[in-house]
């Protein structure tokens, strides 16, 4: 069968996610699997430009990897009319400019979240995609992750019977940089920069509670900046004014209460860094970033509380771990390929810039919720 190029404009794939995930786990990865076979068999090849505003970087990076192609000129990438996909997980602030002017150079966007700092802007840019007629899509890998799909399928079987709640608990200790080097980059810590846990992490919790578990009604939210004195990459203090912790609870339609905490001031003694427990009539489970643990109301144990003895029941012992019966591919490269087939034979692709937009929408009413100390309605959305 026949093999056609697919030309992929891809900017901000310096950083630490846009590397990693999306251009050596994703295209490249992609790339050396033969590409993306389509539904008549045949194939599709990414062919990559990756692109940034430091030339010496790019060169780099290129070398280093294998790249053919890379610019520190988008615009100048935007005019190549063989290149019809425009890729971006650059800085939150910059984005919708750069959207924007992929969208009016006619590429299919495709994109990190959060697709905006603000509702209005994010908004904009789906009513520019909708009115140009182009393919767009915003990432969302947690989705895709082994143990939240391992979720999707015990809800899908009816395992939990009624679901009554969710409560989710991610995070990690986030070095301050000043006697050991910080996981994360100094701007996510600032908030003129567009740093900040509530926007980029609420985006996340919106598709995940969204597609799972139940639509989201309402939410009450408790932000924290708990360290406000950081160190930066040059070992220069500087003041952290973007809030480093949220306490979050959601109301879901059909009666489901979500709290999940968010932090990068916690030390993690739980089995990943992320772990939601599903509690339902008929059964519990508790998943993290791979694996996942069922507690049916069969196998249930009856503790009975009594403070004045030590507790005698290990309650680890009663949960019956799922198992791994279907491969499950990197996240952001099964999302990659299910776009890449949207663009190339409109194959049914669910995740545009409208579900991007609602994570931001989420994040204004979380941070309303902190601001007015109150729970705020999340209406419902459309461009």
């Not at 904009?124 to 890998?141: C, Y």
């Not at 970033?289 to 069969?298: E, G, K």
Request: charged share 25%.
């Amino acid at each position: 069968m026949s093999t056609q190029r697919l030309g992929i404009i891809m900017h901000g794939v310096t950083g630490r996610m846009g590397m990693n995930q999306h251009l050596i786990r994703s295209i490249l990865a992609i790339r050396a699997q033969g590409g993306v076979t389509l539904s008549d068999g045949s194939r599709v090849m990414p062919d990559p430009i990756i692109v940034g505003r430091n030339a010496e970087k790019m060169r780099e990076l290129a070398q280093r990897h294998g790249i053919e192609r890379w610019s520190d000129n988008v615009e100048a990438a935007l005019e190549n009319r063989e290149d019809t996909i425009f890729f971006d997980a650059g800085t939150t602030q910059m984005r919708p400019i750069l959207l924007e002017k992929a969208i009016r150079a006619g590429k299919h966007v495709y994109c990190e979240k959060p697709i905006a700092t603000n509702l209005e802007a994010a908004l904009g840019i789906v009513r520019l995609a909708e009115q140009a007629g182009v393919k767009n899509g915003t990432v969302q890998d947690k989705l895709f992750l082994p143990g939240l799909q391992k979720l999707r399928m015990l809800r899908d079987s009816g395992f939990f019977g009624r679901m009554l709640s969710v409560r989710g608990e991610f995070g990690y200790w986030v070095f301050e940089g000043d006697w050991q080097p910080a996981q994360r980059p100094s701007w996510n810590y600032r908030e003129e920069d567009g740093g900040g846990i509530i926007l980029d992490m609420i985006c996340h919790w919106r598709y995940v509670l969204d597609n799972l578990f139940g639509p989201v009604k309402s939410i009450s939210c408790l932000g924290a900046t708990h360290i406000p004195d950081r160190w930066d990459e040059k070992g220069q203090r500087y003041d952290a004014t973007a809030d480093d912790a949220a306490y979050a609870m959601f109301e879901l339609e059909g009666g489901v209460i979500a709290t999940i905490n968010s932090s990068w001031c916690t030390r993690v003694y739980r089995d990943d860094l992320v772990t939601f427990q599903v509690d339902g009539t008929n059964g519990s489970a508790v998943a993290g970033l791979t694996d996942c643990v069922i507690q049916p109301r069969q196998g249930t144990p009856r503790p009975v509380w009594n403070p004045d003895q030590k507790q005698t029941m290990d309650f680890y012992e009663t949960w019956q771990p799922v198992p791994d019966n279907q491969p499950v591919d990197n996240g952001f490269k099964t999302q990659w390929e299910s776009f890449i087939r949207h663009v190339v034979e409109d194959a049914p692709y669910n995740h545009g810039l409208i579900e991007g937009a609602k994570g931001v929408q989420l994040v204004e009413c979380a941070l309303q919720s902190w601001k007015e100390r109150r729970w705020v309605d999340v209406p419902s959305l459309t461009a």
